[in-house]
């Protein structure tokens, strides 16, 4: 029978150290999903509500979105830029090679086209 190798302490630190590493690049990810999503939102409903198109202005809905919008994509690209720093920095360091997951780098993508289509709508929509 062969005997697997019980990893050392170091080697579990470092796979600590990635997993912590990908649940913040995850949870700015969700935090950047939540600013698109309500940035896009905030003015679609304004439009469909009379009363609040009065009250706030036909602009002001709108340009809280294209603010928030842009906000959600300026913290995506800053994440991920962090992300991969902190991810190069560790290998450099590090003797051992560990695999990297691309999932987390293709939801950020896939979320970042979607973003700039969301704020393209709310900027071209408004003329």
């Known amino acids: ?8 302490s170091d ?3 470092l ?3 990635l997993m912590a ?3 913040t690049f995850m949870a700015w990810t969700r935090t950047a999903l939540s600013l698109i999503s309500f940035g ?6 304004a439009e469909a509500t009379e009363q609040a198109r009065h009250i706030l202005g036909e602009w002001s809905p709108r340009a809280f979105g ?4 842009a906000l959600g994509e300026f913290v995506l690209a800053v994440s991920a830029i962090e992300h991969w720093k902190q991810l190069r920095k560790m290998r450099e360091e590090n003797l051992a090679q560990f695999p990297s997951s691309r999932l987390s ?3 950020a993508s896939v979320l970042s086209v979607l973003g700039a289509l969301a704020l393209a709508n709310l900027i071209f929509n408004a003329f």
Not at 1 to 8: A, D, L, T
Not at 40 to 45: D, H, L, N, T
Request: proline letters at 7%.
């Open 11 to 13: 080697e579990l630190a």
């Open 21 to 23: 590493s990908e649940r």
């Open 105 to 107: 780098y293709i939801v």
């Open 15 to 17: 796979q600590r150290t």
């Open 1 to 8: 029978m062969s005997e697997r190798r019980k990893p050392s």
């Open 40 to 45: 896009f939102a905030i003015p679609k409903v």
């Open 66 to 69: 294209i603010i928030m919008v």
